[in-house]
């Protein structure tokens, strides 16, 4: 129940007016905390419903702070200025984030609830122009939002103070040490007020987190949203074991002949996503592609257009698609597997959110059946093998069902001439 988190009636109406009834996890785990001002490091993944677990108690602490300095009543910044002075609103709590994308749908949670409270959220993130973001700080921020670079570069120019952060949220903090964000975040930290509640929340507990960890937070407790929760489990996951060069064609025949509505396709490069856009395309399916190379509102554009459903497939690449929230994706479809064993499971997470059910299916081509391995290790289970019906598969390398998560060697099938077979599976190695 949120009626038990401590919660206040503001972010009780917000909790409402954004379609929860029950809490998730984290949520129930972190709130009460959170709103004690306890620094906090929070083990959880995408999906689970993190940014409400730091939103809300934000937000209210500082309301809190905001009603004790004025009285009843809400008004902005508490009055903190003499009377007779406009209230300038200051920005108390900072939020870090490595991508556009979270930046945005982090924002949108935080207006939401802003709009209860009578607070003001932004965000700010790069790829788009100064001159609107601008506007908006002048215009007075409680709380913002803000990628990495973009964040620093405001800074740096003079255009951010910083100085009255009371609150400061770590978001996917392992990918921004990944991205390499780690130096523009450190100095940011560095340059904020001492003495602040701070929150971390990280998808895996790596040792260079931990290190960040230690060099940042006073005496943090750590909240892990137990691992039966993560949406893993939810998720229906298979392995289409193929030839590398036939993915391209399993993916239109498996898209023209199963039901598959919503889906994201993961590729190994940007490059592989754009390509795999344009078979799409020449198909007659409609597809949209998002990564790093295109520009912010192209970026937009393909993601508002697989919200609406004008793309039946969005294909992503790891970076970006980090968080993507989109409601009902069907499928998540690893056109490459990743090499990092982790994006597995950030990657199946944009599925089956908020516990409704949804399907993983993973093209694995015989140079990639340790990452598959890995994978298995990482999640404890070993994903079973499909083939798709009808499909005219050449030779390919199927990973034996009995195989342990360790060892088993693959088990080579193929089609046409044992000869050519094997001419073709060392060519391919
Ligand atoms: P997040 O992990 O914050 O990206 O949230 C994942 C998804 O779960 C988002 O679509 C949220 O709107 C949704 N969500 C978060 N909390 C809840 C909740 N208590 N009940 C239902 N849906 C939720």
């Known amino acids: 129940m949120f009626d038990n988190l401590g919660l206040d009636a503001h972010m009780l109406k917000a909790v409402r007016d954004m379609g929860y009834t029950e809490p998730t996890p984290i949520q129930e785990q972190a709130i009460p905390l959170a709103l004690e001002g306890k620094d906090l490091v929070a083990c959880a993944q995408t999906g689970t419903g993190k940014t409400a677990a730091f939103i809300l108690p934000s937000l209210q ?15 902005p910044n508490g009055g903190r200025t003499s009377p007779g002075q406009p209230a300038k609103r200051q920005i108390r709590a900072l939020v870090i984030t490595p991508t556009r994308e979270l930046a945005l749908q982090i924002d949108e949670v935080a207006r939401t609830v802003a709009r209860t409270t009578g607070q003001r959220a932004t965000a700010v993130h790069g790829g788009v122009g100064y001159g609107p973001q601008l506007a908006q700080l002048r215009r007075g921020v409680d709380l913002l939002v803000a990628t990495p670079g973009r964040l620093l570069d405001l800074q740096l120019r003079g255009d951010l103070d910083l100085s009255h952060v009371e609150i400061l949220v770590l978001d996917e903090a392992d990918r921004m040490l990944d991205m390499g964000f780690w130096p523009d975040v450190r100095r940011i930290v560095n340059s904020l007020p001492t003495k602040r509640q701070n929150l971390l929340f990280s998808a895996t507990m790596t040792p260079t987190v931990l290190r960040v960890i230690g060099a940042t937070l006073t005496n943090p407790v750590t909240i892990n949203v137990a691992p039966s929760a993560t949406p893993v489990d939810e998720v229906e996951q298979a392995v289409y074991p193929v030839h590398q060069e036939q ?15 919503r889906v994201l396709v993961f590729t190994r490069t940007k ?35 697989f919200k609406r459903g004008d793309y039946r497939v969005l294909v992503a690449t790891d970076i970006v698609a980090r968080g993507i929230d989109v409601d009902r994706i069907s499928h998540v479809i690893n056109f490459d597997l990743p090499s990092k064993a982790e994006d597995y499971v950030h990657r199946i997470g944009r599925t089956a959110r908020a516990g409704a059910g949804g399907t993983a299916i993973s093209f694995m081509a015989a140079e990639e059946i340790n990452s598959l391995r890995d994978i298995e290790r990482l999640i404890g289970t070993v994903i079973p093998c499909h083939d798709l019906e009808g499909f005219d598969y050449v030779q390919r390398v199927v990973p034996s069902p009995e195989r342990t998560a360790k060892r088993t060697p693959p088990r080579l099938v193929y089609a046409g001439s044992k000869k050519a077979a094997s001419r073709r599976y060392s060519r391919s190695r």
């Open 61 to 75: 602490r500082l309301n809190e702070r905001d009603v004790t300095a004025t009285g009843p009543g809400r008004e």
């Open 247 to 261: 993915k391209t064609d399993l993916l239109v025949e498996l898209l023209n002949k199963r039901d598959l509505n």
């Open 271 to 305: 490059h592989r996503a754009d390509r795999l856009c344009r078979v799409l395309e020449r198909s007659r399916i409609r597809g949209a592609a998002i990564h790093s190379n295109r520009s912010q509102p192209q970026r937009q554009q393909a993601l508002d257009g």
